[in-house]
């Protein structure tokens, strides 16, 4: 090749040599905190104002669920025909309802069966999804395609409708149990294939691979290593499920099928207020705002939890 | 060099000044505003490319090279925007140029091959239709002489049997033949300038090879003007007749490339030139090794090589692993030769190096050897005893003494595990010591890899990718194991931070008498790490010998190939030609 010619402004330059440069390169910064995924997370999470609304609501929710009392010394039961339909009055800031029970006292003590079932339902559905959607993912086989086609059967049967069917036939012991039985039966599906999908990402990481060739079994790198790394996508399908069997429930009791009578429920209010819909809408207002509100503080808590978790928005 | 020849039809005549710049880029300044403020990702970058002119920018990922590239046809992802300077294109201000303007200029002017031909085609389209489009777009020919003309320009592009390919989807493509379908597009409306953003850095060496000479000859005869953006300073060097090194968003080093390789000035192109692995013509030389007879051309472990004194630790003999893949009808299985009776022995505190291309069957045979995988057929002897007779208990003792190493240190560590956790968890796994015994062997874990005792709270996102490789280093080293198997180990790591991490494994190995099976597709790091190599090609090793003998005197034609691929290997820069 042939020296090729040097133009004027193609010369040798070089920048000012300044060596400090190059030796950040191998720093490590020591002295900001340590970042898990779950405090990263976190940060993430306090700068959102979707979180503090949501956490509020779902505090305010929780604390009238387990402590009515503080709220209200009326008793939800206690109800006297003279006062069916009644205005608000002092004491009894919602009014009345056709049975005469104060509406402000009922609200408060709904939250308790909601709250409940909605929990207890996500807690059920999460262990079962988690543990059959783990193994299924981890290693797959038969079993996982026997669980494939399960679920695929189960998505296809309409959930509403399936644990109407079934309540029906327990007509004679329902109580917040038997409702949360059946919603797990049937809610179990979406978190398993959530878990499903979301282990076999992670089990084919060089991770596991250099933990199955330090010795670790099968059994301890899913549990130590894929599942802690598969968690961020269950907690977001929980949380948000969580508002939706508080609507299964409702929608249970509006039908009559969920809690028995005795039990105070959102759902079976919301039902009986149809009838006075015209004469008194607030009979329907206020246990159906209720119901709204706490179902829209879970659905936002699941948003703000999974823009947290998104791998992508992480900082470093 | 061989020069590749085509029949080019409608060669524009490059009656342009050869002596007045087509580009020049003064004093640029891009920013990006990110939610942690505004970072500076180019300062104050000057850069000049005459007609015809091949240019390279070099520099490491980060370094703001890409950038610079991009905010010339305004290209920036996201948030990026020029703040400052100048840019002049044939005479044209782009700086503040308005959308038109880029559309006008993009394709027909300055052309662009980008860096994945994996990801840069759009799989639902065919071939042929997606350098059509680039001829519609910039009006140069429509409907049926659009047909023609794809087929002409993919043929150009060094496509065989262009008319027939151009009715194919990218699936039915190989790399190789995606990227000069990119490349086509590229020079489909024969702009002034085509800007190579690491046009084959996905590709085998010796298919990269093949596609930067034709590009080179192709854009020779249009006199169409190449920037190269590259991390490989000896491609870039063997390419470019002016480079510009780059690191942190400023232009640390200019000029003719051969004068920068020869006499470097800036500290961080010197390092580089040092480090390049294309460039470096014998091994790396242990710590004890270097303080005593620095000089010595080919320093060998220990001082007596692979000496047949020197123990032996692995055999492997016959192997082979046939996997059975899905075929085309309903439960029917074709079977494939991954491995294809492979033997070789590594002895002790040796570095064997297996080379070969992507699909070549290296990694199959590291995770035989790591017994994550069984052979089909074959037996593989650690100290005599053969793996595949090992009980449950026999095996996990076996996992102590053998190590792996993985490519990406971005996937090789637990995320949601502190670096002590990671660390620690072969110590427990294997209850060595008890809490306080860990902690120590963490400690000094750390320090043999050189890295302070503290980085043990971080977390591997905090890391850089060299931080981290040296993490999975540590944790390889954490049970004192007598061979590590490293795959593809420096592949994915810059040119310096590699440099450090062979040398690093090297000092480490002359230290603790380890013994490396060092799989990689890169010859020139084999050139520095290894003792013994092994070439691989489809399953079968072609070529074994030791590394001076492979690269002095190589006896098969397809080890010559790969000898010659190495980007740079002609640069005789140092007064060492490798025999070629």
Same mark, same amino acid.
């Given at each position: 090749m042939p020296e090729p010619l040097v133009r004027q402004d193609q010369a040798h330059f070089f920048a000012s040599l300044d060596e400090d440069v190059l030796a950040a390169v191998d720093a490590v910064d020591e002295t900001e905190a340590p970042a898990s995924m779950w405090q990263d997370a976190w940060r993430n999470l306090r700068a959102r104002p979707l979180f503090w609304v949501s956490a509020a609501i779902i505090l305010l929710v929780v604390v009238v669920a387990i402590f009515p009392k503080l709220f209200t010394s009326v008793d939800p039961n206690y109800c006297e025909l003279q006062n069916s339909l009644k205005r608000p009055a002092s004491g009894h800031p919602f009014g009345f309802d056709f049975q005469g029970c104060d509406i402000y006292a009922r609200t408060i003590y709904g939250a308790r069966a909601s709250v409940a079932v909605g929990v207890l339902t996500t807690i059920l559905v999460t262990i079962l999804g988690a543990v059959i959607g783990a193994i299924a993912g981890f290693y797959a086989g038969w079993f996982d395609a026997l669980l494939s086609r399960v679920t695929d059967i189960f998505f296809a049967i309409p959930f509403v409708l399936a644990a109407v069917l079934v309540m029906a036939m327990f007509r004679a012991h329902r109580n917040i149990f038997t409702v949360v039985l059946v919603l797990g039966i049937f809610g179990w599906p979406q978190i398993a294939r959530i878990t499903r999908g979301a282990v076999m990402s992670v089990k084919n990481a060089d991770f596991i691979t250099a933990a199955k060739a330090l010795g670790a079994s099968r059994p301890a790198a899913l549990v130590r290593h894929v599942m802690p790394n598969s968690l961020a996508p269950i907690i977001v399908t929980a949380t948000v499920s969580l508002g939706t069997f508080i609507v299964a429930e409702a929608t249970l009791s509006f039908l009559g099928l969920g809690l028995p009578p005795s039990v105070v429920s959102w759902g079976a209010d919301v039902a009986k207020a149809q009838q006075q819909l015209r004469s008194y809408p607030g009979i329907l207002f206020y246990p159906a705002g209720a119901l709204a509100l706490t179902v829209l503080g879970f659905i936002m808590m699941g948003d703000a939890v999974r823009d947290a978790l998104d791998p992508k928005a992480r900082k470093r | 060099?061989?020069?590749?020849?085509?029949?080019?039809?409608?060669?524009?005549?490059?009656?342009?000044?050869?002596?007045?710049?087509?580009?020049?880029?003064?004093?640029?300044?891009?920013? /990006?505003?990110?939610?942690?403020?505004?970072?500076?990702?180019?300062?104050?970058? =000057?850069?000049?490319? *005459?007609?015809?002119?091949?240019?390279?920018?070099?520099?490491?990922?980060?370094?703001?090279?890409?950038?610079?590239?991009?905010?010339?046809?305004?290209?920036?992802?996201?948030?990026?925007?020029?703040?400052?300077?100048?840019?002049?294109?044939?005479?044209?201000?782009?700086?503040?140029?308005?959308?038109?303007?880029?559309?006008?200029?993009?394709?027909?002017?300055?052309?662009?091959?980008?860096?994945? $031909?994996? #990801?840069?085609?759009?799989?639902?389209?065919?071939?042929?239709?997606?350098?059509?489009?680039?001829?519609?777009?910039?009006?140069?020919?429509?409907?049926?002489? @659009?047909?023609?003309?794809?087929?002409?320009?993919?043929?150009?592009?060094?496509? +065989?049997?262009?008319?027939?390919? @151009?009715?194919? *989807? $990218?699936?039915?493509?190989?790399?190789?033949?995606?990227?000069?379908?990119?490349?086509?597009?590229?020079?489909?409306?024969?702009?002034?300038?085509?800007?190579? !953003?690491?046009?084959?850095?996905?590709?085998?060496?010796?298919?990269?090879?093949?596609?930067?000479?034709?590009?080179?000859?192709?854009? =020779?005869?249009?006199?169409?003007?190449?920037? /190269?953006?590259?991390? !490989?300073?000896?491609?870039?060097?063997?390419?470019?007749? &002016?480079?510009?090194?780059?690191?942190?968003?400023?232009?640390?080093?200019?000029?003719? @490339?051969?004068?920068?390789? @020869?006499?470097? %000035?800036?500290?961080?192109?010197?390092?580089?030139?040092?480090?390049? +692995?294309?460039?470096?013509?014998?091994?790396?030389?242990?710590?004890?090794?270097?303080?005593?007879?620095?000089?010595?051309?080919?320093?060998?472990?220990?001082?007596?090589?692979?000496? +047949?004194?020197?123990?032996?630790?692995?055999?492997?003999?016959?192997?082979?692993?046939?996997?059975?893949?899905?075929?085309?009808?309903?439960?029917? #299985?074709?079977?494939?030769?991954?491995?294809?009776?492979?033997?070789?022995?590594?002895?002790?505190?040796?570095?064997?190096?297996?080379?070969?291309?992507?699909?070549?069957?290296?990694? #199959?045979?590291?995770?035989?050897?790591?017994?994550?995988? %069984?052979?089909?057929?074959?037996?593989?002897?650690?100290?005599?005893?053969?793996?595949?007779?090992?009980?449950?208990?026999?095996?996990?003792?076996?996992?102590?003494?053998?190590?792996?190493?993985?490519?990406?240190?971005?996937?090789?560590?637990?995320?949601?595990?502190?670096?002590?956790?990671?660390?620690?968890?072969?110590?427990?796994?294997? &209850?060595?010591?008890?809490?306080?015994?860990?902690?120590?062997?963490?400690?000094?874990?750390?320090?043999?890899?050189?890295?302070?005792?503290?980085?043990?709270?971080?977390? +591997?996102?905090?890391?850089?990718?060299g931080q981290r490789q040296r993490i999975a280093v540590a944790r390889a080293l954490a049970l004192e194991p007598d061979v590590i198997v490293c795959d593809e180990a420096v592949s994915a790591l810059d040119v310096l931070v590699q440099a450090q991490i062979l040398t690093l494994l090297n000092d480490l190995q002359a230290e603790l008498g380890l013994t490396y099976l060092f799989i990689t597709h890169d010859l020139a790091v084999v050139r520095q790490i290894a003792d013994e190599v092994s070439v691989m090609q489809s399953g079968r090793i072609v070529e074994a010998a030791t590394t001076d003998e492979v690269f002095d005197n190589p006896r098969e034609e397809y080890t010559r190939e790969l000898l010659n691929a190495i980007p740079g290997a002609h640069l005789d820069v140092f007064g060492a030609p490798p025999a070629a």
């Open positions: - | 060099m061989s020069r590749t020849t085509v029949e080019l039809t409608d060669t524009q005549a490059p009656l342009v000044d050869r002596n007045s710049p087509l580009l020049q880029v003064r004093n640029l300044d891009v920013s /990006f505003t990110t939610a942690t403020g505004v970072v500076n990702a180019v300062r104050g970058a =000057d850069l000049t490319i *005459y007609p015809g002119q091949a240019v390279a920018i070099v520099g490491e990922s980060g370094s703001g090279k890409s950038t610079l590239a991009h905010s010339i046809i305004n290209l920036l992802p996201g948030t990026g925007r020029v703040t400052a300077g100048s840019i002049l294109f044939d005479g044209r201000e782009l700086v503040g140029a308005d959308k038109k303007t880029f559309v006008g200029l993009r394709g027909k002017e300055i052309g662009l091959v980008p860096q994945d $031909p994996m #990801t840069n085609l759009n799989p639902v389209w065919k071939i042929g239709y997606q350098v059509k489009e680039a001829l519609k777009a910039n009006g140069i020919a429509s409907g049926r002489a @659009a047909m023609t003309r794809v087929a002409e320009l993919l043929a150009e592009a060094g496509l +065989p049997d262009a008319a027939r390919r @151009a009715n194919q *989807y $990218p699936h039915e493509f190989s790399g190789g033949m995606r990227q000069r379908a990119l490349i086509a597009i590229g020079l489909a409306a024969r702009p002034k300038l085509l800007i190579a !953003d690491e046009p084959t850095s996905a590709l085998d060496v010796t298919v990269q090879r093949k596609i930067l000479d034709h590009l080179e000859g192709l854009t =020779d005869q249009l006199g169409t003007a190449v920037l /190269f953006i590259t991390h !490989d300073l000896g491609l870039a060097a063997e390419r470019a007749e &002016h480079l510009v090194v780059m690191y942190r968003g400023q232009v640390v080093e200019s000029g003719p @490339a051969r004068k920068i390789l @020869a006499d470097p %000035q800036h500290p961080y192109t010197k390092r580089l030139v040092a480090s390049a +692995p294309s460039l470096a013509s014998r091994r790396i030389q242990s710590a004890k090794e270097r303080g005593e007879r620095a000089t010595e051309l080919l320093a060998i472990t220990h001082g007596d090589g692979v000496s +047949p004194a020197r123990q032996e630790l692995i055999r492997v003999e016959h192997l082979t692993k046939v996997f059975e893949l899905r075929g085309g009808g309903a439960g029917a #299985t074709k079977e494939f030769k991954a491995v294809d009776d492979v033997s070789f022995t590594v002895r002790r505190g040796t570095t064997m190096a297996l080379v070969g291309e992507s699909g070549s069957g290296k990694s #199959t045979v590291a995770n035989i050897m790591l017994n994550l995988l %069984q052979p089909t057929e074959g037996k593989i002897y650690f100290e005599g005893t053969d793996l595949h007779s090992l009980d449950r208990k026999g095996e996990f003792s076996f996992r102590r003494r053998v190590q792996p190493i993985f490519q990406n240190p971005y996937g090789s560590l637990d995320p949601m595990y502190s670096i002590f956790r990671t660390l620690e968890e072969p110590l427990r796994i294997h &209850h060595v010591g008890d809490k306080k015994a860990r902690e120590k062997r963490v400690r000094e874990l750390l320090d043999m890899v050189a890295l302070p005792a503290s980085t043990m709270r971080r977390f +591997p996102n905090e890391l850089s990718g």
